[in-house]
């Protein structure tokens, strides 16, 4: 089953994608998106001024996605500009060299649902480029943060782990 990608229908999950000259990723991304289980997402993606071949590389996929075009302000301008036409109950981020497991948005969704006063669900991610992948890209992009065992967990009032809540 793959994801449900309406453009002007509600929708409950809006994932915003912005990229910048990311071309030889983007497609990937946008892939790990469609192959969610999790039916009725939207996907958005802000180029955010591109000059290479990222547009070229959507053009197939512009009937799945809201594309939204800006001059080149940096990745939080370009997510600012996605949640600005995003039609979710909830909203996902995804960089364009990273991807989601199929699952992902499930299980996300089905956290936010079970506990309405969770604010944030965040996770581990992959990231890929030049031939590599990285499975557990947190952990190694933020390596300082996971030192001796600690996490990101001291930055939130409360935090579970998803065996421990029954999902």
């Known amino acids: 089953m793959t994801a449900d990608v309406r453009l002007h229908d509600?929708?409950?999950?809006?994932?915003?994608?912005?990229?910048?000259?990311r071309g030889a990723f983007i497609v990937e991304a946008i892939e790990s998106v469609l192959a969610q289980t999790y039916p009725s997402v939207e996907i958005v993606v802000v180029d955010d001024g591109s000059t290479d071949d990222t547009l070229d590389r959507l053009a197939p996929y512009q009937s799945r996605l809201t594309l939204v075009?800006?001059?080149?302000?940096g990745a939080p301008h370009a997510r600012n500009a996605g949640m600005l036409v995003a039609k979710g109950k909830y909203v996902a981020f995804l960089d364009s060299d990273d991807r989601y497991l199929a699952h992902?948005?499930?299980?996300?969704v089905q956290v936010l649902e079970r506990f309405p006063d969770v604010g944030m669900v965040y996770s581990e991610f992959s990231g890929f480029g030049d031939g590599v992948t990285e499975e557990w890209h947190l952990k190694s992009y933020h390596e300082a943060a996971f030192r001796n065992g600690e996490t990101y967990d001291h930055y939130f009032e409360q935090a579970a782990v998803l065996r421990d809540v029954g999902i």
């Open 10 to 21: 509600q929708v409950d999950v809006s994932v915003i994608i912005p990229t910048y000259n």
């Open 69 to 73: 075009n800006t001059n080149h302000g």
């Open 104 to 108: 992902k948005l499930a299980v996300q």
